[in-house]
C-alpha cells in the first residue's frame, strides 16, 4: 500500500490546531456549565424569577454588540489570539470570583461579563478556523470546532449532574455551589494555558465580502450542538449574517409571506425565553437539587442536539408549513404543563414525567430552529437571502432578550400565568404560520 502525504486541511497534518481546538473545547465546558450554575446559584442568594428574567437579558443584550465589537478588532490578525486568550482569561476570573459573591446586582453584572466575552469571542473563532485554509475545507472545519464545542458544552452540564450527586451528603448546596464554580474555573485556566500553547498564527488579511458571504452562509448551515438547546441564536451567527445588510434591500426583498412569517417568528421566540430565563427557580422552588436542574436541562439539550439531523433531512420531504406550525403547537402547549407538573411537587414519577416534557420540548426545537431556517431561505428572494437571514437570527436575539425579562416579571404573579402567556405566544405563532399556504406551495 503507497503511503501519500496528509492534506493541507488534514487535521493530521496541523497538530497545532488539534491542540487549540482540543482547549476550546475544555473552555466550553465551562461555558456550558456556567450557563445553569449561575442562575441556581442566584436563586441560592434569594432572587426571585424577575431577577432570572434580567439575569438572562443581560446576557442575551450584551452578546450581540460584544460579537461586532470582537469580529471588527478580529480583522487585524495579530489580535485574533489576544482576543481568544482574553475571553478565556476573563471567563477564568469570573468563575473565581462568582462564588464569594453575595450580592444578586453583583452577581448579574459578573455574568454580563461573562457572556460579553464568551458571545463576543465567536467570530473570532471562526476567523481562525478558516484562516490559512483553502475554502473548500472551511464548511468541514467550522463543522468540527462546532462539535468539539458541543462536547465540551455538554461535559460541563454532566459535571453539574455528577458533582451534587456526590456531593450531597457531604456538603450543603451554596457550598456544592462553590465547588462547581471552582472546578469550572479551573477547566477555563486549563483551556487558557492550552490556547496559548497552541493557538495558531494565521498570516491571512479579514475576510473579503465575498468570504463574509461564504462564511455566513456555512456558520448559518453548520451543525447545532447542545447549547442551542435553550439558546434560541447564536452571536456568532448573527454577527456574520448581519455584516452585509443593506437595510434598503432588505425593504424591497420584503413581501406579505415573509413579513407574516417573520411576525411569527418574535412571537415564538418571545414565549421561548419567557419559557427559559424564569425556569430554573421553578424547579429550586419545586424542590429539586441542582443535580437534577443539571440533569433535566441536559435531557432536554440532547433531545435537540440528536435530532438537529434528521430534521433537515424531514425538511426536504415534508411540507415544511405543517412541520414547523406542527412543532409550535405542540411546544406551545407543553410549556403549561410543566408548570403544573412542577406545581404539584415532585415525586420520583413526577421527576421523570417531567424529564420526558422537557425531552419533548427539546425535540419540538430542533424541528423550529432547523425548518425555520429552511423556510426563510425559501421564502427569501436570492439577492437578500443574506440580508434575510441576518434579519431573523437578530430577530431571535432581540425577542429572546424582552421575553426574558417578561416572563421574569409575569411568573412573580405565578408560573401558571407566565408559561401560559409564553404557550400562547408560541401557539399565535404556530397560527401565523399555519396560515401561510404559499409555504406549502414552495415546499418540494
Known amino acids: 500500500m503507497s503511503e501519500t502525504a496528509p492534506a493541507a486541511d488534514d487535521p493530521a497534518a496541523n497538530p497545532g490546531t488539534e491542540g487549540w481546538v482540543l482547549a476550546w473545547a475544555l473552555g466550553a465546558a465551562a461555558f456550558g456549565g456556567a450557563s445553569l450554575l449561575v442562575p441556581l446559584y442566584l436563586v441560592q442568594l434569594g432572587a426571585g424569577p424577575a431577577e432570572l428574567g434580567i439575569l438572562a437579558a443581560m446576557a442575551a443584550f450584551a452578546g450581540v454588540p460584544g460579537a461586532i465589537l470582537f469580529g471588527r478588532l478580529a480583522s487585524h490578525v495579530g489580535q ?8 478565556l482569561g476573563t471567563v477564568t476570573a469570573v468563575l473565581a470570583v462568582l462564588p464569594f459573591l453575595q450580592s444578586i446586582p453583583a452577581v448579574i453584572a459578573a455574568n454580563t461579563v461573562l457572556w ?8 473570532v473563532v471562526t476567523m481562525l478556523v478558516v484562516a490559512d485554509r483553502p475554502e473548500s475545507a472551511w464548511s468541514r472545519q467550522i463543522g468540527r470546532v462546532n462539535k468539539f464545542q458541543g462536547y465540551g458544552w455538554a461535559a460541563g452540564l454532566v459535571l453539574g449532574t455528577v458533582v451534587p450527586l456526590v456531593t450531597t451528603r457531604v456538603f450543603e448546596p451554596q457550598a456544592i455551589s462553590r465547588l462547581l464554580f471552582f472546578l469550572l474555573a479551573g477547566l477555563a485556566a486549563a483551556s487558557t494555558i492550552g490556547a496559548a500553547r497552541t493557538l495558531p498564527r494565521p498570516a491571512d488579511g479579514p475576510p473579503t465580502a465575498r468570504e463574509t458571504r461564504r462564511i455566513a452562509r456555512l456558520v448559518e448551515r453548520s451543525g447545532r450542538g447542545v447549547r442551542e438547546a435553550t439558546f434560541a441564536m447564536s452571536p456568532n451567527r448573527i454577527y456574520w449574517s448581519t455584516r452585509a445588510i443593506s437595510p434598503g434591500r432588505l ?12 411576525l411569527a417568528a418574535a412571537l415564538f421566540f418571545t414565549g421561548f425565553a419567557m419559557f427559559w430565563a424564569p425556569l430554573p427557580h421553578l424547579l429550586t422552588a419545586a424542590g429539586l437539587d441542582a443535580g437534577r436542574v443539571f440533569a433535566l436541562y441536559l ?3 440532547l433531545g435537540s442536539a440528536v435530532l438537529y439531523e434528521g430534521v433537515g433531512t424531514l425538511a426536504d420531504r ?3 408549513r405543517l412541520l414547523q406550525s406542527g412543532a409550535l403547537l405542540v411546544r406551545g402547549l407543553l410549556f403549561p404543563l410543566v408548570a403544573l407538573l412542577a406545581g404539584v411537587g415532585l415525586t420520583s414519577l413526577g421527576m421523570i414525567m417531567l424529564g420526558v416534557l422537557l425531552t419533548a420540548i427539546g425535540l419540538t426545537w430542533a424541528v423550529i430552529l432547523v425548518v ?9 428572494t436570492p439577492a437578500v437571502r ?4 441576518g434579519s431573523y ?11 426574558s425579562v417578561l416572563g421574569g416579571w409575569l411568573a412573580t404573579f405565578g408560573y401558571v400565568v407566565a408559561f401560559t402567556v409564553a404557550g400562547g405566544l408560541v401557539v399565535a405563532g404556530a397560527v401565523l404560520v399555519g396560515s401561510l399556504r404559499a409555504l406549502s406551495a414552495r415546499s418540494p
Open 393 to 403: 437570527t437578530a430577530l431571535g436575539a432581540f425577542a429572546g432578550g424582552i421575553g
Open 318 to 320: 415534508l411540507d415544511v
Open 116 to 123: 460579553l466575552v464568551v458571545a463576543a469571542v465567536g467570530p
Open 372 to 380: 425555520g431556517t429552511t423556510i426563510v431561505s425559501r421564502l427569501a
Open 299 to 301: 435531557v432536554s439539550s
Open 251 to 262: 425593504r424591497s426583498g420584503l413581501d406579505s409571506v415573509l413579513g407574516t412569517y417573520l
Open 80 to 87: 485574533r489570539r489576544s482576543l481568544v486568550l482574553l475571553t
Open 386 to 389: 443574506g440580508e434575510v437571514l
